[in-house]
T-cell receptor, first 110, second 117 residues
């Protein structure tokens, strides 16, 4: 699986959009980009995934650059409950494991 | 919504005890996983199962075994608990390994924080 690089921490004002970047410059053609988050004392929660195209669901949007070397997770209107560690993972289809790095600790400020 | 339930949130056991951690999922998922999470090391895969009575070793299987007698239940067993097995244990499930990316999204329980004294 390709390695990912994320900033260790970010702050976001409540109600504003949170944009979390991820670099995955060694990604290969059959690897998906997944985003998970982990709220304190809970298990990781799946957010969204994509391969080439931008994706949107009820939780977030995922923007993947055309060369696929980086992506951005967007939480359109951050709330205090979005405070968590966010993990960007690149994974081959059919692979069994998920490699969680250190992620980005997002703090939503009132 | 997918629900993965782990039997205990907190557990304290003694060195040498045999420890059972239970996990149940309610979405008829084929695959189930056991991870441990330690500070600075991220999640590490212990064992996984892609079908009833089937199991595969992950990255750190030593000192652990698993059991999957029913599709919805996956048990992690510490044969003889040691202090270096003090950790947060996370169970996850997913639908299928081959296919679209969405089918491989893993859904996690809230974890069991295990302390071995």
């Amino acid at each position: 699986d390709a390695k990912t690089t994320q900033p260790p921490s970010m702050d976001c004002a409540e109600g504003r959009a949170a944009n979390l970047p991820c670099n995955h410059s060694t990604i290969s053609g059959n690897e998906y980009v997944y985003w998970y988050r982990q709220i304190h004392s809970q298990g990781p929660q799946y957010i969204i995934h994509g391969l080439k195209n931008n994706e949107t669901n009820e939780m977030a949007s995922l923007i993947i650059t055309e060369d696929r070397k980086s992506s951005t997770l967007i939480l359109p209107h951050a709330t205090l409950r979005d405070t968590a560690v966010y993990y960007c993972i690149v994974r081959q289809t059919g692979a069994n494991n998920l490699f969680f790095g250190t992620g980005t600790r997002l703090t939503v400020i009132p | 919504d997918v629900k993965v339930t782990q039997s205990s949130r907190y557990l304290v056991k003694r060195t040498g005890e045999k420890v059972f951690l239970e996990c149940v999922q309610d979405m008829d998922h084929e695959n189930m996983f056991w991870y441990r999470q330690d500070p600075g090391l991220g999640l590490r895969l212990i064992y996984f199962s892609y079908d009833v009575k089937m199991k595969e070793k992950g990255d750190i299987p030593e000192g652990y075994s698993v059991s999957r007698e029913k599709k919805e239940r996956f048990s992690l067993i510490l044969e003889s608990a040691s202090t270096n097995q003090t950790s947060m244990y996370l169970c996850a499930s997913s639908r299928g390994l081959i296919g679209s990316g969405s089918s491989q999204a893993q859904h996690f329980g809230d974890g069991t924080r295990l302390s071995i004294l």
